[in-house]
């Protein structure tokens, strides 16, 4: 291998991670599998542990590459940034499918389902409850990520922070909402294609609400630890990102599955 490193990227030492992500998430899914059929969860226990801790090891190294050692350069940074553009793009086409799904049996309900919508026996939700407070706290958390954004790029660490703690307070509470949604639903995911897509796109949209937060939430700390300031934050900058993309994915949620598909 050459030794010559005149060149603006970032080659990455010999790391174990890959090799222990790929076992933890062989074990996850074996465990998956073995808690389906035999309803033994140890092994899916396992695999959470190995794959958690992999998650934990391999970003700390990541941050250390880029906060500690500079080898997050302008090219690697711009590198960095493509790769979460195409990663939301990715993700927009996965939530594509789901609304693709919803609106064809919402515009063409088949006689199985009573040939109307909501199907026969199906009582959907309020959309100006739950749904309606939902949307105001996403909207909200929206404002203040771009909140901490705007104190970030002025040096303001005070306010960053706040900003950063008020936005994944918000995200826990809209995750808290919906639990509590899901435990009051008069349907299930077994309830016809309505359950099913409305269970699948909501509660994809929740999970990627969890990750959000904990991406937010790492972003608080590091912040609080010194990792960022107004000219080099990317890792701030990918989680504002994220956040705004699952803001805007709640919208088209709320529009068309609560309130127009109601």
């Known amino acids: 291998m050459s030794l010559n490193n005149n060149h603006p990227y970032h080659l990455v030492d010999h790391s174990p991670w890959p090799l222990t992500g790929a076992i933890g998430v062989m074990t996850l899914v074996t465990g998956l599998t073995k808690w389906f059929h035999n309803f033994s969860i140890n092994l899916l226990i396992l695999g959470y542990i190995i794959t958690l801790l992999t998650m934990y090891q391999w970003w700390r190294d990541v941050c250390r590459e880029g906060t500690y050692q500079g080898k997050h350069t302008i090219s690697v940074s711009n590198g960095l940034r493509w790769g979460m553009i195409l990663f939301i793009i990715s993700e927009i086409f996965f939530f594509i499918s789901f609304f693709w799904a919803f609106f064809h049996k919402k515009l063409s309900p088949n006689i199985e389902i009573g040939a109307m919508w909501p199907p026969v026996m199906i009582t959907p939700f309020n959309p100006f409850q739950i749904p309606l407070l939902n949307t105001i706290i996403l909207i909200s958390s929206g404002i203040t990520i771009t909140w901490a954004h705007h104190a970030l790029m002025q040096n303001n660490f005070t306010q960053t922070s706040q900003g950063l703690f008020f936005t994944v307070i918000l995200g826990i509470y809209f995750s808290i909402l919906q ?56 890792g701030f900058e990918a989680a504002a990102w994220y956040w705004h993309f699952v803001d805007v994915v ?11 598909g109601n």
């Open 179 to 234: 639990a509590y949604e899901y435990f009051e639903a008069p349907f299930t995911i077994a309830n016809s294609i309505y359950g099913s897509t409305f269970f699948m796109a909501t509660g994809f949209h929740g999970l990627h609400v969890i990750i959000g937060t904990i991406f937010l939430l790492t972003c608080l700390i590091r912040h609080i630890n010194f990792h960022f300031s107004m000219n080099h934050h990317f």
């Open 250 to 260: 709640w919208l088209f949620l709320y529009i068309s599955i609560y309130w127009w």
